[in-house]
């Protein structure tokens, strides 16, 4: 058993391929905004910048991304939303296939890449 610090892959033992499949997509998104790093956790998967800017937990057949933001996203996509302080909402949005990665989510994950500059 590793002790050490999980690594990317140990989050897709189990998975199905298309899990890996979609978050290679969502790495290439966020790729095209600049310089970001991959920081695996015991649980998840944090995207930073200059702090986490996004989260994904993998699931059996889907991800559950967290994207950092400066105001509520009011949209139906939203499974859960989250004040975490006066002008910072944690929201978690479930992703099942590379076309759940579209132009607004994008949108929303650049809003959170500026955000951690």
Do not use: C
């Not at 499949?21 to 998104?29: H, I, K, S, V, W």
């Not at 695996?40 to 933001?69: E, M, Q, V, W, Y």
């Amino acid at each position: 058993m590793n002790r050490g610090k999980p690594s990317v892959e140990q989050h897709f033992a189990g998975k199905t391929p298309g899990v890996r499949n979609l978050y290679d997509f969502l790495l290439e998104a966020v790729g095209k905004f600049g310089e970001f790093s991959e920081d695996p956790k015991k649980t998840s998967i944090h995207f930073n910048r200059r702090t986490a800017f996004a989260g994904i937990a993998t699931r059996k057949d889907a991800i559950i991304l967290t994207i950092k933001a400066s105001r509520d996203i009011g949209s139906s996509r939203i499974l859960k939303r989250e004040q975490a302080s006066a002008n910072r909402w944690h929201h978690e949005v479930r992703l099942a296939k590379p076309a759940d990665v579209d132009s607004e989510l994008i949108s929303w994950l650049k809003e959170a890449y500026e955000l951690s500059a």
